[in-house]
């Protein structure tokens, strides 16, 4: 069932379809007969559940007149999904359900109802958390807290990923895809060479730093802000927000603090703007609200925040999709990456996931799961300065890659990613003539997706670039060579 677990959420939960809609097309499109107690059972081991029970109304009730007594603001949650106050409280005037006599002290977190149901488990609860004041409201020079910003951005992104996927702004495109999270198609592919457009340009001007040619690092930089700012005005696909706070955290560990600093204020400075020209709901203002408060964020905290960030959307793309969909395998790779490049002491083991005895068994041994991993794998290891180990992941990945037949792109993709980690361990072992045929090899490939505007293999291509320059200057048998 977890195979077709959001399948079952956009049907039941956002297309309001009945049960017995779901179980027919269960079967229909997949085969699968499930019979209604069975599907019932699943659906609240997942948190899919439409109403709310009576007590379970009446006990939120209660806990919100307690909460507006004492001057506070209320955000419920029942079973880890956000609850529509206003229905709740328009349907308790209508059935009497409104608590009477003195209310109780408030309390931040309603302990769960007793349930005899075996289906029920840790997760049928009702939370409740007070939400934080706008960024922009709070007042100037106060003592900081430096857990209150993030406790208050994490809330935020809560609102905004549950939010989207609740209302079907995100949407499930299949197990082997990334969600839909733009309104068209067309959008979300021109939003994401947008966002490999704003990676490209601050990594070239990284690079321009270290040969100091700071006048083409600047001119790349100012390309990069430009990008970042359409982004925030106007972009909607999900991975826009991860992507700029690791990139505001690698621009710092690489010793570019100003520009980090600059970055980060850019990015909320952008989102305030866009707010008072966009307007908006719920996910809006959560989205501009986050901007804000990354802006108001200490470096130092940054990292812990990223991390913090990184795990609540592998959690809760995992409670929304389901742990079989590709987007929540994304997720957790991201996450794994960014917690291995930082960690050099910590095992691959302990990250990823098996290759050869857990995903080849689940989805076959060219499936992009697989290749992902053992593409993180080289990364890792040649990060490590492993370079022998690399060699033996780049030759897997090339070896599965002849067998993918119907995803072209797949193919290209990862057969440029081996070449390139090939050719760089053999240029790092001193095996020149290997090398120049990896990169070679590489570099061809790659000009297949230089033709768009956006070119996400511009990392790859730039390292490649030197290496190649390098053995032509000094030729395949110079002692002076990779020195």
Same mark, same amino acid.
């Given at each position: 069932?977890?195979k077709?677990?959001?399948e079952?959420f956009?049907?039941?939960?956002?297309?309001n379809?009945?049960?017995?809609?779901? =179980?027919?097309? +269960?079967l229909q499109?997949?085969g699968?007969?499930?019979? &209604?107690?069975? %599907?019932?059972?699943k659906l609240?081991?997942w948190?899919?559940?439409?109403?709310?029970k009576?007590?379970?109304?009446r006990?939120?009730?209660?806990e919100?007149?307690?909460?507006?007594?004492?001057g506070?603001s209320?955000?419920?949650?029942?079973?880890q999904?956000p609850v529509a +106050?206003e229905k709740i409280t328009?349907?308790?005037?209508r059935a009497?359900l409104l608590?009477h006599g003195?209310p109780q002290?408030?309390?931040s977190?309603v302990?769960? +109802?007793p349930?005899?149901d075996?289906a029920?488990n840790?997760t049928?609860?009702?939370?409740?958390r007070?939400?934080?004041p706008?960024?922009?409201?709070?007042?100037?020079?106060?003592p900081?807290?430096?857990?209150?910003?993030s406790e208050k %951005?994490?809330?935020?992104?809560d609102?905004l990923?549950?939010g989207s996927?609740e209302?079907?702004?995100?949407?499930f495109?299949?197990n082997?895809s990334?969600i839909?999270?733009?309104?068209?198609h067309?959008?979300?592919?021109t939003e994401?060479?947008?966002?490999h457009?704003?990676?490209?340009?601050?990594?070239?001007?990284?690079?321009?730093?270290?040969?100091n040619?700071?006048? $083409?690092a600047?001119?790349?930089?100012r390309?990069a802000?430009?990008?970042?700012?359409?982004l925030?005005a106007?972009?909607?696909?999900?991975? /826009?927000?991860p992507?700029? &706070?690791?990139q505001?955290n690698?621009?710092?560990? =690489?010793? %570019?603090?100003?520009v980090? $600093?600059m970055l980060?204020?850019h990015i909320?400075q952008?989102?305030?703007v866009?707010?008072?020209n966009r307007?908006?709901?719920? #996910?809006?203002? #959560?989205?501009s609200?986050?901007?804000?408060t990354i802006?108001?964020?200490?470096m130092?905290?940054?990292?812990?925040?990223e991390?913090?960030?990184m795990q609540?959307?592998?959690e809760l793309?995992?409670?929304?999709?389901g742990p079989?969909?590709?987007?929540t395998?994304?997720?957790?790779?991201?996450?794994?990456r960014?917690?291995?490049l930082?960690q050099?002491?910590t095992?691959?083991?302990?990250?990823?996931?098996?290759?050869?005895?857990? +995903?080849d068994?689940l989805?076959g041994?060219?499936n992009?799961r697989?290749?992902d991993?053992?593409?993180l794998?080289?990364e890792?290891?040649s990060q $490590?300065? %492993?370079?022998?180990e690399?060699?033996i992941e780049?030759?897997a /990945?090339?070896q599965r890659?002849?067998?993918?037949?119907?995803d072209a792109w797949?193919?290209l993709?990862?057969?440029?990613r081996a070449?390139?980690?090939f050719?760089?361990a053999?240029?790092?072992q001193?095996?020149?003539? *290997?090398?120049?045929?990896s990169?070679?090899?590489?570099m061809?490939?790659?000009?297949f997706?230089?033709v768009e505007?956006?070119?996400?293999f *511009?990392?790859e291509?730039?390292?490649?670039?030197g290496?190649?320059?390098?053995l032509?200057?000094?030729?395949?048998?110079?002692?002076?060579l990779?020195s």
């Amino acid at each position: 069932m977890e195979k077709y677990q959001c399948e079952t959420f956009l049907m039941y939960i956002v297309d309001n379809k009945p049960l017995t809609q779901v =179980q027919e097309y +269960l079967l229909q499109e997949h085969g699968l007969e499930v019979p &209604v107690k069975a %599907l019932k059972t699943k659906l609240m081991q997942w948190g899919y559940t439409k109403n709310i029970k009576r007590e379970e109304a009446r006990q939120i009730l209660r806990e919100k007149e307690s909460r507006d007594a004492a001057g506070k603001s209320s955000s419920f949650t029942l079973r880890q999904r956000p609850v529509a +106050l206003e229905k709740i409280t328009k349907h308790g005037h209508r059935a009497g359900l409104l608590p009477h006599g003195p209310p109780q002290q408030a309390s931040s977190t309603v302990p769960s +109802l007793p349930n005899n149901d075996p289906a029920s488990n840790s997760t049928r609860q009702i939370a409740c958390r007070t939400p934080p004041p706008p960024a922009a409201s709070l007042p100037p020079n106060l003592p900081k807290h430096r857990w209150v910003p993030s406790e208050k %951005l994490l809330f935020h992104l809560d609102t905004l990923i549950k939010g989207s996927f609740e209302a079907g702004k995100w949407r499930f495109n299949g197990n082997e895809s990334l969600i839909l999270s733009c309104p068209m198609h067309c959008t979300q592919e021109t939003e994401q060479s947008s966002l490999h457009s704003f990676l490209s340009h601050l990594i070239d001007g990284s690079a321009a730093v270290k040969l100091n040619d700071f006048r $083409r690092a600047g001119a790349h930089w100012r390309q990069a802000f430009l990008v970042a700012e359409n982004l925030i005005a106007t972009g909607e696909y999900h991975g /826009i927000l991860p992507n700029l &706070v690791q990139q505001i955290n690698d621009l710092e560990s =690489q010793g %570019l603090s100003d520009v980090a $600093r600059m970055l980060k204020q850019h990015i909320a400075q952008c989102s305030a703007v866009a707010l008072r020209n966009r307007g908006g709901g719920r #996910a809006t203002l #959560a989205t501009s609200e986050v901007y804000q408060t990354i802006g108001n964020l200490d470096m130092i905290d940054m990292s812990d925040l990223e991390e913090r960030i990184m795990q609540r959307f592998a959690e809760l793309f995992t409670q929304y999709l389901g742990p079989e969909c590709y987007n929540t395998f994304v997720m957790r790779m991201n996450r794994a990456r960014r917690r291995l490049l930082r960690q050099p002491w910590t095992r691959l083991e302990d990250f990823l996931p098996s290759v050869e005895g857990e +995903l080849d068994d689940l989805f076959g041994s060219s499936n992009r799961r697989s290749l992902d991993v053992l593409g993180l794998r080289a990364e890792i290891l040649s990060q $490590r300065g %492993l370079d022998h180990e690399v060699e033996i992941e780049a030759k897997a /990945i090339l070896q599965r890659v002849a067998e993918i037949r119907d995803d072209a792109w797949q193919r290209l993709y990862h057969l440029v990613r081996a070449s390139f980690w090939f050719g760089k361990a053999q240029f790092r072992q001193g095996k020149w003539d *290997e090398a120049r045929m990896s990169l070679e090899s590489a570099m061809m490939f790659a000009e297949f997706r230089g033709v768009e505007k956006a070119d996400i293999f *511009e990392p790859e291509r730039l390292v490649m670039k030197g290496y190649l320059e390098e053995l032509q200057a000094f030729g395949s048998n110079s002692e002076d060579l990779g020195s």
